[in-house]
């Protein structure tokens, strides 16, 4: 008896684990067992893309894309020229720094341009001297530091002066200018701006997209998002996942699209996948799957589904079967599922 009891909670076990791994389908029914019920069908449309619920982004800038512009000294006062966020072209006055500091440092820039050509010169005069053996190695290294030193500091300044658009002597200030276009982030500061504190950065408008957090098990299919009439293809996806989401950014963000660098907003998921659109009284739940019933020869038999998405007369779902061939059951629907479940009670 033992033996007998124990083989019995075997095949149950089996049988529990077998319904666990495999959910249960609705089961076939023959078409004679529906009697007179009125039955129609339709043909699933299949689209190669279909559009998701709303997710949130926000417009963004690349990682790395901004130009920024430091002080190269101490400055007293900072006046700036356009206002935070502004699009600005090469060239365009930004900032006017004024201080005794700054004509200070254009007396920097004047000795640094004197000492450098004072190495370039003593470094060209001496070069065929070393190749003849009248100078020694020591001689001419000592030469060529001073040189490469004092060619780094004048070119180091003469970074900064490439920006500067004008001097005003009466006022000891220096008006300095975009170097690349773009947005232009300012740094207003309530304390003094230091050597090396960043004055403002330059954001390329190629530089701006909108980032958008798509769940992974749909970003392999992300193809484009919509923002109102605005439609941006995504250029790029992040390879580390953020929990369950993953970071999308689309192309450059066009002017037209009127949307602000840092703006929180909704954007429509466009998904670049096969689906089919089935009308929405097509669709019952069983055994918490979503199927519906296909017509095979004298019987219909469930397919479970996918639902994506909906529009307001059709869901959007996914199978793993071809529900374009097929006749999916469109009337009736309720009325066969509740035959089955009388078959089921009997």
């Known amino acids: 008896m033992t033996a007998k009891y124990g083989a019995s909670l075997l095949c149950l076990s089996a049988f529990l684990s077998a ?8 089961e076939p029914l023959s078409l004679e067992t529906l009697g007179k019920l009125a039955l129609s069908y339709v043909q699933p449309q299949k689209v190669a893309s279909y559009e998701g619920s709303a997710l949130p982004a926000q417009v963004a800038r690349l990682p790395g894309n901004d130009y ?80 490469f030193a004092s060619h780094l500091e004048y070119e180091h300044m003469q970074h900064f002066m490439a920006m500067v658009l004008a001097k005003d002597e009466a006022s000891e200030s220096l008006t300095i200018g975009a170097p690349v276009a773009g947005i232009v982030k300012l740094n207003q500061l309530d304390t003094p701006y ?41 250029d790029a ?6 929990g369950a989401f993953i970071n999308a950014w689309s192309e450059p963000v066009p002017q037209g699209c009127n949307l602000l660098l840092g703006q929180q907003i909704t954007v429509i998921p466009e998904y670049q996948k096969a689906v089919y659109l089935l009308p929405k009284h097509s669709v019952f739940s069983w055994e918490q799957e979503s199927q519906v ?38 009337q009736s629907v309720a009325a066969v599922k509740g035959i089955m479940l009388g078959l089921g009670g009997e």
């Open 19 to 26: 319904s666990l791994m495999h959910p249960a389908q609705a």
């Open 68 to 147: 920024w512009v430091s002080t190269p000294e101490n400055i007293q006062q900072v006046t700036f020229l356009v206002g935070q966020g502004q699009p600005v072209s090469q060239g365009q006055a930004i900032a006017r720094l004024t201080g005794p500091e700054v004509f200070h440092f254009l007396a920097q820039v004047e000795a640094a341009s004197s000492l450098y050509q004072l190495a370039k010169q003593r470094y060209d005069r001496n070069r065929p001297l070393l190749k003849n053996g009248s100078i020694s190695a020591d001689k001419w290294r000592e030469i060529s530091q001073d040189y």
């Open 194 to 234: 230091h050597a090396g504190t960043q004055l403002f950065s330059l954001v390329p408008s190629d530089a701006i997209r909108v980032r958008v957090n798509v769940p992974m098990s749909q970003s392999a299919s992300l193809s484009a998002i919509n923002i109102n009439a605005c439609h941006l293809t995504i």
């Open 237 to 242: 996806q992040s390879a580390i996942a953020d």
């Open 293 to 330: 019933f296909t017509q095979q020869a004298s019987q219909l038999e469930a397919v479970t589904i996918e639902i994506l998405g909906s529009t307001p007369e059709q869901y959007i779902v996914a199978s793993d079967l071809d529900l374009s061939q097929m006749q999916v059951l469109s």
